[in-house]
């Protein structure tokens, strides 16, 4: 559900920055113009210095009841996180607390419950952050992994935005030429000039590419390597994925067709976040729910990005017929059989022989499709912007009017500053901050 933001700042707004629930701490964040007035009203004292933080008791001025004593911290515009005047209260973490000031907080007049996001999005409107940084926060909160740790960090960084800045600054440039021309058309352009400035888009424009071509890795690291366990019935796919999560998460039974729809955990392999699924037993299928449950199977199968071909290793019948170039072929139930002349991993779902080196193999295949230059796309809205920027870079090369190219090159410009949030801000703003936690 996307959130309707006010188009002023005249409010104050106020969330609860911590995970709900009981906890030790929590953290309560007020931003705007009154931040300073509810201060005051819940402490009945004196605004503290700057960023430094005391110890004050929390009024309900209503009937003079404490709320709790807190630690807060008061931070001036325009040196907070959101570029205004912000308030914490750092209290004890009980639901009661935390109900009890938040009441108070919203009875005081021109303060109103924040909507998610947006803290960061005034952060980004006051020029505190950009657009891929302000993501960057979101992508640091949900992170799961350490390798999705350190992408959010180089991103809070503005490494994407310094890579994208650094494009349009130089695309800035090559078009004054064109814009000159078109602009001053008695004056002479030097040749030189105007070929510099055509080698320069083509340079960007390739290095557009390069960036585009990079196999998804930032997209599938924020999200996840999908990787899907397929084959026969009864080889052991349940009690694998059971294995793996070290948790009960598929039903395990003898019987043919007990798995009938596609079961999905995530896991933390070596730092790297991959999702897996176990699938239905592929055969011909009896009755319409198990060959539904087989249907979503291989459509599952088609679309991971690493599938687990996982056979009955204690099994006299030869390999399944629906193996493909690069499937991690797997032969279970290892603890059977004396005998593993068949190419593959052995293991054993049942006594965990093996594990360990399927673990590994995964996780390298998790690291290729990872790992790279940095920094990386992480979000479809960037690779969609960038598209657009080399096919209009491209369309500006290919045409000799003057006119059209220099149209061309403001639609590459444009389409690069809309990822960072340089053009077009308020259109994009409740499309990215739509998913963020509330008091962020």
């Known amino acids: 559900m996307s959130a309707s933001f006010p188009a ?37 004292q004196r605004l503290p210095a700057e960023r430094i933080a005391v110890v004050r008791t929390l009024f309900d001025k209503t009937n003079d009841d404490i709320i709790d004593t807190a630690l807060v911290l008061r931070f001036a515009a325009p ?71 350190r992408q959010a960090v180089r991103q809070s960084e503005g490494k994407l935005a310094e890579l994208y800045e650094d494009w349009r ?4 440039r090559s078009a004054a030429w064109v814009e000159a021309a078109l602009d001053f058309p008695d004056e002479e352009i030097p040749a030189d000039a105007t070929e510099r400035s055509r080698l320069v888009i083509n340079e960007i424009a390739a290095e557009i590419r390069r960036h585009l071509d990079d196999g998804h890795r930032g997209e599938i690291l924020r999200d996840g390597l999908q990787v899907a366990v397929i084959g026969p019935p009864n080889a052991g796919k349940s009690s694998l994925v059971n294995a793996l999560a070290r948790r009960d998460v598929a039903i395990v039974s003898p019987f043919p067709g007990t798995t009938r729809d596609v079961i999905e955990v995530r896991l933390d392999l070596k730092g790297y976040p991959v999702i897996v699924a176990d699938t239905a037993g592929l055969r011909e299928a009896e009755g319409p729910i198990e060959a539904e449950g087989i249907r979503r199977a291989r459509s599952r199968a088609e679309s991971a990005h690493v599938r687990l071909l996982v056979e009955d290793g204690s099994s006299a019948e030869g390999h399944w017929s629906g193996s493909r170039s690069g499937d991690v072929v797997v032969w279970n139930k290892a603890d059977l059989v004396n ?30 499709h990872m790992q790279g230059e940095a920094p990386a796309l992480t979000r479809a809205r960037h690779r969609e912007a960038l598209e657009q920027a080399a096919h209009s870079l491209e369309q500006a090369q290919m045409t000799k009017q003057a006119e059209l190219a220099a149209e061309h090159l403001r639609q590459a410009m444009r389409a690069i500053g809309r990822i960072t949030g340089r053009v077009d801000l308020d259109e994009l703003l409740d499309v990215v901050f739509r998913d963020f936690c509330l008091g962020k």
Do not use: C, M
């Open 8 to 44: 002023h700042h005249s409010d104050t707004i106020f969330a609860l920055a911590t995970a709900p629930g009981r906890s030790g701490i929590a953290v309560i964040r007020v931003s705007g113009p009154k931040a300073d007035d509810a201060l005051r009203a819940l402490t009945k």
């Open 79 to 149: 040196h907070s996180y959101t570029g205004e005047n912000v308030v914490e209260f750092q209290t004890h973490g009980g639901p009661a607390v935390i109900a009890s000031l938040l009441r108070v907080l919203g009875r005081q007049g021109g303060l109103r419950l924040a909507e998610p996001g947006e803290f960061s999005r005034r952060a980004v409107e006051n020029g505190r952050l950009d657009l891929t940084q302000a993501e960057a926060i979101a992508d640091l909160v949900a992170a799961e992994t350490d390798a999705q740790r």
């Open 169 to 172: 600054a130089r695309l800035i």
């Open 339 to 368: 005998n593993r002349a068949r190419q593959g991993l052995w293991i054993s779902a049942k006594t965990g022989e093996g594990l360990a080196e399927l673990i590994d193999t995964l996780a390298a295949r998790a690291k290729d």
